[in-house]
């Protein structure tokens, strides 16, 4: 059986407003993958930091934790959801640790809106990034997780031999 592993990163350290936000959009994904047949697993790091803070609890010890729970997961993809602008910091941090800690075999795909509008530019500048989905992401990821040819998948941005290649965004859920 695939597996998944769908992470929600923190919001960055300046956003005053720190609530509990449900993500909503990692749901969603997870939803159709496990409808799939894909072992999902969803790592809220935005919120358990929130939780941590609060208790005071040290975020070393966290991410200590967290590495160890994706190499125990062992998934055959990663998906990080950039909800706003403000978290792509903390996601590139966040794939970078993956890279460097837990495996550099194990493709990270980003989502949302900032990798929307930015896909070209965050492909060519940052290596830890595999994939780029472009708009809704449900079938994007599904087609990529059942192994289709990448230049086939609706949306879907990527590297090829250095190069950065755009599937465009056609198809969109009802």
Do not use: W
Request: aromatic content about 8%; hydrophobic content about 40%; proline content about 6%.
């Amino acid at each position: 059986m695939k597996k998944v592993c769908l992470i929600n990163p923190p919001s960055p350290d300046f956003l005053v407003f720190k609530e509990k936000i449900i993500p909503l959009s990692l749901l969603y994904l997870g939803s159709i993958l496990k409808k799939n047949n894909i072992e999902t697993k969803i790592l809220d790091v935005n919120n358990d930091l929130i939780n941590l803070r609060r208790r005071g609890e040290s975020e070393s010890e966290y991410f200590n934790n967290f590495n160890e729970t994706l190499r125990e997961f062992n998934p055959d993809l990663i998906g990080i959801n950039v909800l706003f602008s403000g978290r792509f910091g903390k996601a590139i941090k966040i794939a970078q640790e993956i890279k460097e800690k837990v495996s550099r075999d194990i493709p990270i795909i980003l989502g949302g809106i900032h990798p929307t509008i930015f896909p070209r530019e965050i492909l060519e500048n940052h290596k830890q990034i595999d994939y780029i989905c472009i708009g809704e992401g449900e079938i994007t990821l599904l087609d990529l997780i059942n192994g289709r040819n990448p230049k086939e998948i609706d949306g879907l941005a990527f590297r090829l031999n250095g190069k950065v290649h755009m599937n465009p965004k056609t198809k969109f859920i009802e």
